[in-house]
Structures are given as structure tokens and as C-alpha cells.
């Protein structure tokens, strides 16, 4: 953390801190909406008569549009720029969360959940895009969590709104429309942010990127803007010469399979049922709903707390380790999670031990799985082909988590709360399974080093069709 913040400092006037916050915002809005869909739920069921199916696709609806959205942005970032992308985002969230808040009936709130969705799952992808172009390699990996740090804000923020609006007359509308602010924000934020020297490279701007790039770096000793610029005239050429099926190339394919892995056991571990339906798990143990909204708050701190333990031990104790040691971590606290509901007497005598369990299970994911997902997909791909390779991610991601949080009320009807819970765990063993035969390790690695080791140089295909 020393060297991230000594880094920080270095890069001198502020203006790099500053528009990597703003751009984060795309993360809020993500947790933002991940959130407080949880508390708006206890009290849609009653005022429009939402039954488990209606509400399982008002949860999943958004995932479907997130899906959709990941997929367009590569396209539109490339088009309008980075930038003005996130200006869309962030419009169109403010007509999603205002459609929500003013609802008058379920079709309606689906319509606009999913307009929500087209906003969120562009915002995943470009802020950590964003963020990567703007940054100075020494910070690049601090920066990039940080977005996940704000995900996890934006999480615990719904959580507070949720709480404060939880004994208002129809405080679900105001619970939605809440998401509205922070749209806003990142729609006045990023008109105040420069393009990313990238993007204007792309558009032949060499003379802005170079003038962008000298404000970025300010005062910092290690700053060489003439090989800043070469840089990314080679990864340039290197993207130009890279097409969609060179992801399948020999050398790429298992890179992808690391990043596909990580982004469906991040979600097969059950973490957004967690997010989604904790107000819902702990009101099965009895609680009323305003208790349950209160200790869901503790889930949202201790998420936000334990993201920022992983920022600090990242680039010292590594991703790897923390991956598996949040893994193990997860995977007992759910499956004790199923032993608590299979013993009638644990959740009759013991209830609190239900949150001690979700509380560890969520700091598991914190240090592990949550932001170690979205660091490797922006670390483990040559430049070439990093942004196709990191949007193919964020789809299986987002397709995932439409999976499991659409089918989480049913599973819990079909095979019980503790089969359910049981499931996530023997899901959790597979996933350390996987990290620990294919996940390598990346701390104190450039980029370059990293894609010599992982992937050496791309070889021409036989049938010639890679224009290296
Ligand atoms: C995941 C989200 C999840 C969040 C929880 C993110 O890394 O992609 O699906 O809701 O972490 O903190």
C-alpha cells in the first residue's frame, strides 16, 4: 500500500486520483443497483402483489440487460470513446432508476430494471477500461481494485438507503429512485474528464493524447511521455491486428478459460444471493424486516472493509494466495450456512449465527473472488487482445449471475434453503480446484512480463488468418 500510495503521490497534481474517481462511479452505480433491489423486494411482494417468479425477474431482469450492455460497450467504447460511453451510462441509469421509482405495475418495473441493466453492465466494463488507459502502470493494479471498491460502496450505500426508507410509506419507490444521484454524478463527472490517451491514439489524435498524457502524469520523476505514446502505438498496432477468433488462438484459448473460470465460479459461490436475498435469508431466522435490513447492513460494512484489506495486501501477499485462501473461506462459512438451516435448533437457540456465517462469507469474497476477478481479467491478456478478451469475460460474469440469482427462489423451493446453500459450497470446491491447477500468479509483474510468461509470442495460425 506504501508503494500504491507513494505511486499516487508521485503522479503529482491530483487530476489522475481525481478522474479515476470519478470514473468509479460506473462501479457505485453497479453496487448501487446490486443492493438495493434486496430492500425494495420486502415491500414490492406487497404493493404490487409480487409473487417468487415476479420477483426473481425483477432481480434478474437487470443481469439480462448487464449482459447485453457488456457486450455493446466494447463496440461503443471504440465509436464515441470511453468517455462519452460513460455519459451514456450514466444518462440512461437515471431514466432506468426514475422508471423504476415511478412504476405502476410489474411489466413496467421489468421494463425498466432492465434498462437499468444496459446501464450497469456497460458501466462494469469501461470504468475498469477507463481507469486502466488513464493510469501509470505503477498504480494500474491499486487503481483497478478500486473500482471494486467502489462497488462495494455502491452496495453498502443501498444498504443505508434501504434502512433509512425502510418505515416510509412507499419507501421502495424512494429506495429506487435514490440511484438517480449518483447517475447524475457520473454524468456531470465524466463531462469534466479528458479521453483517455488510448482511445485519441485510435482516433490518429496523437497531438491530445500526448497533451492529456502530460497533464495525467504532472509532476512524476518516473514519467516518460515519448514511450508512453510508443507503448501504445504498438498495442494499437497489436489490437488492429487481432480479431475475435484470435482469442481462440493455442496460446490464448487457456487464458480465456482462466478469465471465463474466474468470472462463473464468481458467481456460482452464490455471492449475489447473498447480496440480493440477505434481508430475505435473515428473515427466515425469525427477524422482522426492518432487523433484517439493519444486520444487512453489517453485510454491506463488512464487505467495504474487507475490499480494503484486500487493496492493502494485494500487491504484498499476492492474488493467488488471497484467492485461495478467500475461496476456503467462502466455501465453509456457506456450507455451515446449510448446516444452520438443516438444525431447527441452531436457528431456534442461536439465530445470530446465521449473520456470523454471512459475515464471513462475505469477507471471503472481499479479499478473494471479488476484486481478484476483475484485476486478473485486466492483467492477464496481451494488449492485443485484452479488451475483446475482458468483455467476453464480463459477459459469462453477468450471464452467470443472471443464472444463479434467477433460479436462487426456486432451487430454494425445489431442493430447500440448506440444499441450496450446500450446492454454493460443493460449487466452492470446484473453484479452488480450479484456481489452484489453472490461476497463475501476477503481483510484482508488468504487463509485458506477464504476457511473455503466460503467452510468449502469438504465432501466426497456420491458415495464416492472424495478421500479426
Ligand atoms: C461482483 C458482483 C458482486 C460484487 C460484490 C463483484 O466483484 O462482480 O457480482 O455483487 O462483487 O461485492
New binding site residues.
Given amino acids: 500500500m506504501t508503494s500504491f500510495i507513494g505511486g499516487i503521490r508521485a503522479s503529482g497534481n491530483g487530476l489522475l486520483v481525481r478522474i479515476s474517481i470519478i470514473a468509479a462511479i460506473g462501479g457505485l452505480l453497479?453496487?448501487f443497483d446490486?443492493g438495493v433491489i434486496s430492500g425494495a423486494l420486502l415491500y414490492l411482494k406487497k404493493d404490487l402483489s409480487a409473487g417468487s417468479l415476479a420477483q426473481e425477474w425483477i432481480v434478474s431482469v437487470l443481469l439480462l440487460g448487464a449482459v447485453l450492455g457488456a457486450a455493446l460497450s466494447g463496440w461503443l467504447a471504440d465509436k464515441i470513446s470511453r468517455k462519452w460511453t460513460k455519459v451514456v451510462s450514466g444518462a440512461v441509469y437515471i431514466v432506468g432508476a426514475l422508471g423504476c421509482a415511478f412504476a405502476v405495475s410489474i411489466p413496467m418495473l421489468i421494463g425498466f430494471r432492465f434498462v437499468l441493466g444496459l446501464s450497469v453492465g456497460t458501466a462494469?466494463f469501461v470504468a475498469p477500461l477507463y481507469i486502466a488507459e488513464v493510469s501509470p502502470p505503477r498504480v494500474r493494479g491499486g487503481l483497478v481494485s478500486f473500482n471494486?471498491l467502489l462497488?462495494?460502496i455502491g452496495?453498502l450505500l443501498a444498504y443505508l438507503v434501504n434502512f433509512a426508507f425502510s418505515s416510509v410509506e412507499g419507501g421502495w419507490r424512494w429506495m429506487l429512485a435514490m440511484g438517480a444521484i449518483p447517475g447524475a454524478a457520473l454524468v456531470i463527472g465524466m463531462l469534466t474528464v479528458p479521453h483517455t490517451p488510448r482511445w485519441l491514439m485510435q482516433q490518429g489524435r496523437e497531438d491530445e493524447a500526448r497533451e492529456v498524457l502530460t497533464r495525467l502524469r504532472g509532476r512524476d520523476p518516473e514519467a516518460d511521455i515519448d514511450r508512453e505514446i510508443e507503448d501504445i502505438k504498438t498495442a494499437k498496432r497489436k489490437e488492429e491486428s487481432t480479431s475475435l477468433r484470435d482469442l481462440l488462438h493455442a496460446n490464448i484459448r487457456p487464458l480465456l478459460w482462466v478469465g471465463i473460470g474466474l468470472a462463473v465460479f464468481?458467481?456460482f459461490v452464490g455471492?449475489?444471493t447473498v447480496?440480493y436475498y440477505a434481508p430475505t435469508i435473515l428473515s427466515k431466522t425469525g427477524l422482522t424486516n426492518s432487523a433484517s435490513i439493519v444486520q444487512t447492513v453489517f453485510v454491506g460494512v463488512t464487505?467495504v472493509v474487507f475490499?480494503i484489506v484486500a487493496v492493502l495486501l494485494l500487491d504484498r501477499v499476492g492474488r493467488r494466495r488471497l484467492l485461495l485462501i478467500g475461496t476456503v473461506g467462502l466455501t465453509l462459512s456457506i456450507i455451515f450456512l446449510g448446516i444452520f438451516f438443516a438444525s431447527p435448533g441452531l436457528q431456534a437457540g442461536a439465530s445470530y449465527l446465521a449473520l456470523v456465517a454471512l459475515l464471513v462469507y462475505?469477507a471471503s469474497?472481499?479479499v478473494g473472488?471479488?476484486?481478484v476477478?476483475?484485476l486478473m481479467i485486466s492483467e492477464i491478456y496481451p494488449l492485443g487482445i485484452r479488451s475483446k478478451a475482458m468483455s467476453v469475460a464480463t459477459i459469462f460474469?453477468w450471464g452467470a449471475?443472471f443464472l444463479v440469482a434467477g433460479t436462487f427462489l426456486t432451487l430454494v423451493s425445489v431442493i430447500t434453503t440448506q440444499g441450496t446453500f450446500f450446492l454454493f459450497g460443493g460449487l466452492g470446491i470446484l473453484a479452488f480446484l480450479f484456481f489452484v491447477w489453472k490461476v497463475p500468479e501476477t503481483k510484482d509483474k508488468s504487463l509485458e512480463q506477464i504476457q511473455s510468461e503466460l503467452v510468449g509470442e502469438i504465432a501466426p495460425p497456420d491458415d495464416g488468418s492472424a495478421r500479426e
Avoid: D
Fill in positions: 453497479f453496487g446490486t462494469s471494486q462497488i462495494t452496495i464468481q458467481q455471492i449475489n447480496i464487505n475490499t462475505i469474497f472481499a473472488l471479488g476484486p476477478f476483475w460474469n449471475n
